[in-house]
């Protein structure tokens, strides 16, 4: 006779999610997961399949919470300039957030591509998304004559997209952004 799970699978992919962003896919073992999530390694196998089985539901739950809040908050913007300047800033944010935490689905990218095809398939999907809010947030500005009908829309949201993602990267090396930080001061 199978047994019934005894856990919350939502709540463990989320608490999963959360030890993943902070260590990263490999510096987190099958041991500290159960610990993290309060669930013997068994129970994790029988719920997940393996470490990364729980690893792809972490970056899929991402996706569809945190990834898809930042696009409704683009779609519901009205101004370009001003969901622009949001985007940007969040992304500062998140950039500078415990030290150069960053943002899950870049931390990803940069561990585990090129060899992990699920990931790269998640990911993109994710930065398809922001791309194409982002074209449609342009393309509305565009009508409305807020931007130069010369711009193509397409084209400036995969550069921000782009250029976004960069500055997630680029933080890993200085996360501090402060004013203090000594090697912003010799830039």
Known sequence: MARTREFDT?????RAMELFWTRGYEATSVRDLAQHLGIGQ????AAFGDKDGLYRAALEHYRTTLAAAALRSLEEG?????AIR????????????????????????????PQDAATRSTVRD???ASREALTEVLRAAMERGEIAARHDPHTVAA?????LNGLLVS???TPDASP???SWRSR
């Not at 939502?10 to 989320?14: G, I, K, L, P, R």
């Not at 009205?78 to 001003?82: K, L, S």
């Not at 550069?159 to 250029?163: A, G, H, M």
């Open 159 to 163: 550069f921000l997209v782009t250029f």
């Open 10 to 14: 939502e709540a463990a992919v989320s």
């Open 171 to 173: 933080s890993k090396i």
């Open 78 to 82: 009205a101004d370009a300039r001003a």
């Open 86 to 113: 949001t985007l940007l800033t969040e992304r500062i944010r998140i950039a500078v957030r415990s030290g150069g935490q960053g943002c899950l689905a870049v931390n990803a990218v940069c561990e585990r591509l």
């Open 42 to 45: 068994g129970s994790l196998y």
């Open 180 to 182: 203090s930080n000594p």
């Open 126 to 128: 994710m930065q398809d």
